[in-house]
């Protein structure tokens, strides 16, 4: 502490309101009380495959909590939480589980830790969260996607697909057909929904009403044996993670099977234990294993392309990690469940 510093601590000692401001300001500007030399260092960038080979899969970054993804509390909010310690608005991800994007490539996240719903708004860099939509409290949500204006969320606990607005109101709470939902998917003008425990893909319209459902257990195509996720392509594809069946399965838009991607192994292009799936713009399959902590990477062909991550919590590890999201730009979103964080990867090309 040097000389004005010390001078400052003793006025706010003689004078409790003073002390108040000071530690307002400095929570508020730290840059306020000493200058400081920022110091660039560059990093070396994490990509895969590794160096020589050319690069396909950048890191970008972990999100462990809203500020990580640039939201920024007002200055009163932040002297708020300084006086209560309270980290209301910027609450650190528990579990985070289901992923989605709207049309305009925000993103929509589950937490089955805090059995909560997460939004994040990118270009107002704004992020909500719900624990209930007016009476009806979360049990444990699983999935989200979200579009025009209305998130869809499966809860699994609740055996239900909760609708409801921005605003928090409940639009409506699907039942009709469903036991234990566990994936979803929105498309036009409908939205599908994973069964695990009837082994089945239900279809509802956007106001929640039963359409019609695809599938059974077994282990030929078009059946299942646990399924898990799902998602849809820019062409209206369905992929679905049959988990126990160690693969994914693709059909089109109307639910008629097409082929499976990956088999069970315990080497690269097979599977564990299957968990997210998703499409990018280049009809590359990337396909998160929940044992072997990685992401798997195929052609349109169902060719293994790539593959990255491992067990761990450093950048680029993963720790039963479970859903993934890709943007129109590529940009891949996974849930790192038990490493508490969502990592963000970006498809730089080539393959």
């Known amino acids: 502490m040097n000389a004005t510093h010390l001078k400052v601590f003793q006025s706010s000692v003689r004078n409790p309101r003073l002390g108040i401001l000071i530690a307002f300001l400095w929570v508020a500007f730290p840059a306020i009380g000493e200058a400081k030399t920022k110091v660039k260092v560059e990093e070396t960038k994490l990509v895969w495959p590794s ?25 009163f909010a932040r002297f708020g939480h300084w006086l209560t310690g309270s980290e209301k608005g910027d609450e650190p991800l528990l579990k985070p589980f289901g992923l989605g994007l709207d049309e305009n490539d925000n993103l929509c996240l589950t937490d089955t830790g805090a059995n909560a ?17 007016d009476k009806l409290r979360f049990a444990s949500p699983v999935a989200v996607s979200k579009r025009n204006g209305i998130f869809f969320v499966a809860d699994s606990a609740l055996r239900s697909v909760i609708g409801f607005n921005e605003n928090g109101k409940l639009l409506f709470q699907a039942t009709n057909k469903l036991e234990r939902p566990s994936g979803i998917a929105v498309a036009s003008n409908r939205f599908l929904v994973t069964d695990s425990k009837r082994h089945c893909v239900v279809a509802f319209d956007l106001s929640g009403r039963y359409l019609s459902e695809f599938g059974k257990r077994g282990t030929a195509g078009g059946e299942f044996n646990f399924p898990t996720h799902i998602s849809l392509d820019a062409a209206g594809n369905i992929y679905v993670t049959d988990s126990m069946n160690s693969r994914v399965q693709v059909f089109d838009n109307e639910g008629h099977f097409k082929k499976v991607v990956g088999s069970i192994g ?25 044992l072997f902590d990685n992401v798997q ?25 479970n859903g993934i999201v890709i943007s129109r730009r590529n940009e891949i979103f996974i849930a790192d469940s038990y490493n508490h964080r ?10």
């Open 117 to 133: 719903v997460c939004y994040l708004d990118r270009a107002k860099n704004k992020w909500k969260r719900w624990n209930k939509i």
């Open 342 to 351: 969502l990592q963000v990867f970006k498809y730089v090309g080539g393959l």
């Open 297 to 321: 990477i195929f052609s349109s062909e169902g060719r293994l392309l790539l593959n990255f991550g491992e067990a761990g919590g450093n950048k680029g590890e993963f720790w039963l990690p």
């Open 266 to 290: 315990n080497s690269s292009g097979h599977f564990s234990r299957p968990k997210g799936v998703a499409a990018d713009s280049f009809g590359h399959t990337y396909v998160v294993d929940g």
């Open 51 to 75: 160096p020589p080979g050319e690069p396909r899969i950048s890191y970008v970054q972990s999100i462990y909590r809203p500020a990580d993804a640039g939201v920024k509390a007002s200055a």
